[in-house]
């Protein structure tokens, strides 16, 4: 009678609506079941979010660190999509893109003048190891090579960052 797949499709779901029939199936095969009957995307990200709306489901999937970037990636993509389309359909929104990345920029540049200009003055009368120097000097040397790159950037309209610079800014 099952040899038919319309036949044995029918009772497959027929068969797996009856909790005392599932019961009996082990969790393995459960798991082998419902991976088979995802395979197809629609079909598995609506499963997915019937599962999501879980909360235990969703709060032990989370556990997982591998579900956890995934999902986190998609959010990511998602938001960037978002973000991409808003941008087509409104232009002015890069326009005030740029205004706030401009004042971040300029307000980088005086926050960390006015930083300096708060501690270098407290600097009065202490006593720094050459460790400490030398630390010091290590940083003033990225602070330059951030700045040197910042205004090549405003200078060449080029505003990547090569690796040799990235190692410098970590620090390596």
């Known amino acids: 009678m099952t040899r038919d797949d319309e036949v044995a499709a029918q009772v497959a779901t027929d068969l797996l609506k009856r909790p005392a029939v599932t019961e009996h199936v082990t969790p393995a095969e459960r798991v082998r079941v419902v991976s088979e009957l995802t395979r197809d995307d629609t079909v598995a990200q ?10 235990a489901v969703a709060r032990t999937a989370m556990r997982d660190d591998t579900t956890r970037m995934l999902v986190n990636r ?24 740029h205004t706030i990345e ?19 003055p407290q600097l009065r009368g202490q006593a720094f190891t050459e460790d400490e120097r ?18 090549g950037a405003l200078d060449n309209g080029e505003f990547t ?10 620090g390596e």
């Not at 609506?46 to 909360?55: A, F, I, K, N, Q």
């Open 46 to 55: 609506e499963v997915t979010t019937g599962l999501l709306r879980r909360p």
């Open 74 to 97: 998609a959010q990511f993509d998602n938001s960037h999509e978002t973000r991409e389309r808003i941008r087509e359909r409104t232009p002015a929104v890069r326009a005030i893109e």
């Open 102 to 120: 401009y004042l971040d920029l300029v307000g980088s540049c005086h926050g960390f003048v006015a930083a300096l200009g708060r501690l270098v």
């Open 134 to 151: 030398e630390t010091v000097r290590r940083q003033i040397s990225r602070v330059r090579a951030a700045a040197d790159w910042l205004e």
């Open 161 to 170: 960052l090569d690796e040799q610079l990235v190692q410098l800014l970590k």
